[in-house]
């Protein structure tokens, strides 16, 4: 049974920062590209950031360059999301997923789709 499991959300005040974890098991953790979700309230779930397998490839959203910061250890089964200068408009539940299909035009990692695993998300709340 695969699992991803989110943690380090919070409330912080703007301007501070946030380091989300999401740890796996039960899959074969370096075979899998990963990403990163949120979704703000009364929005739909949208792309943050992914990670290919081997750790060399990053993507991210637009928005997202210059703050968040993805990261994985593939020896701990473990992805990450550095979130630097938090902004109330930052405020959503952040989602890790995992997925065995490479990153290619039908398979794009920002697709929601594209991903065969998801973790329950972990809340994210910033304060102006």
């Known amino acids: 049974q695969v699992q991803l499991v989110e943690s380090g959300g919070g409330l912080v005040q703007a301007g501070g920062s946030l380091r989300l974890s999401c740890t796996a098991s039960?899959?074969?953790?370096?075979?899998?590209?990963l990403g990163w979700f949120r979704q703000a309230p009364g929005k739909e779930r949208s792309f943050v950031s992914a990670?290919?397998?081997?750790?060399?490839?990053?993507y991210a959203a637009e928005f997202s360059q210059g703050r968040f910061t993805i990261s994985r250890d593939n020896a701990k089964n473990t992805v990450n999301l550095q979130i630097d200068s938090l902004k109330p408009e930052d405020t959503a539940v952040y989602y890790c997923?995992?997925?065995?299909?490479?990153?290619?035009?039908?398979?794009?990692?920002?697709?929601?789709?594209?991903?065969?695993?998801w973790g329950q998300g972990t809340q994210v709340t910033v304060s102006s």
């Open positions: 039960g899959l074969s953790f370096g075979n899998n590209d």
């Open positions: 990670v290919q397998r081997s750790g060399d490839t990053i």
């Open positions: 997923a995992a997925t065995r299909f490479t990153y290619r035009s039908a398979t794009p990692y920002f697709q929601q789709s594209t991903y065969e695993y």
